[in-house]
């Protein structure tokens, strides 16, 4: 059995110096996290995720009913954040998803954030992500976390230009 090791980034940002969430774009706008929209944002996190490079670590991300069961996973868990859970939607339905928890640290994590390959490159997944960490600010976080493959480069450029610095290198085995 082959592997293949990807590198990762665990990185984190002090919420201290949060830019304020710009407006969203015409057309668009925010649906705050509800009980009933799991399977909303397991859909919108399947589209966004089913091309890219992250399902090849996490196979789980290339199939609709996976991406419902990890989607159900994470808001049933314990440190689930609802305030930093949050939907884009525009006329078409929903097209970007960011879900988050606080970890054991007290540093709240954003699991997964997506925008559906249509909508990229307009500014929603910086609004998306800002959205999640004044959430987390809401709740009285100091810091944020997250981890990154180190090839996902738009997502690598989005979290430094927010203020994530680089704490630790992973390596993720996949067969
Ligand atoms: C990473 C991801 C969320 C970024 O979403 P996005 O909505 O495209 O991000 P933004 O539009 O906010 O910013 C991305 C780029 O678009 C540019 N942009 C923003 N508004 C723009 C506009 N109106 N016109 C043109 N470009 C624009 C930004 O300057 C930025 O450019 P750069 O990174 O090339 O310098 C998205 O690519 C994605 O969902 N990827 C797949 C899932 C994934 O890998 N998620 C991260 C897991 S860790």
């Known amino acids: 059995m082959a592997l293949t090791y990807f590198k990762r980034f665990r990185m984190e940002a002090d919420l201290s110096q949060l830019p304020a969430v710009p407006p969203l774009p015409e057309g668009y706008f925010w649906v705050p996290w509800a009980e009933d929209l799991v399977a909303l944002h397991a859909d919108v996190h399947y589209q966004a ?3 890219e490079l992250d399902s090849a670590l996490f196979p789980c991300f290339s199939d609709r009913y996976g991406c419902h069961l990890l989607l159900q996973e994470i808001t049933s868990r314990p440190g689930f954040v609802p305030e930093a859970t949050w939907l884009i939607a525009c006329g078409e339905g929903c097209c970007g998803t960011v879900q988050s928890i606080v970890d054991g640290q007290g ?19 910086k609004a998306l992500l800002l959205q999640a960490l004044h959430g987390f600010k809401a709740v009285g976080l100091q810091r944020a976390c997250l ?29």
Request: hydrophobic share 30%.
């Open 107 to 125: 540093c709240g994590s954003i699991q997964n954030l997506g925008i559906t390959p249509e909508h990229r490159r307009r500014g929603l997944g």
């Open 49 to 51: 995720f089913c091309q």
């Open 147 to 175: 981890e990154v493959t180190a090839d996902n480069e738009p997502a690598l450029r989005l979290y430094q230009r927010l203020g994530f610095r680089k704490m630790k290198t992973l390596y993720k085995a996949v067969e």
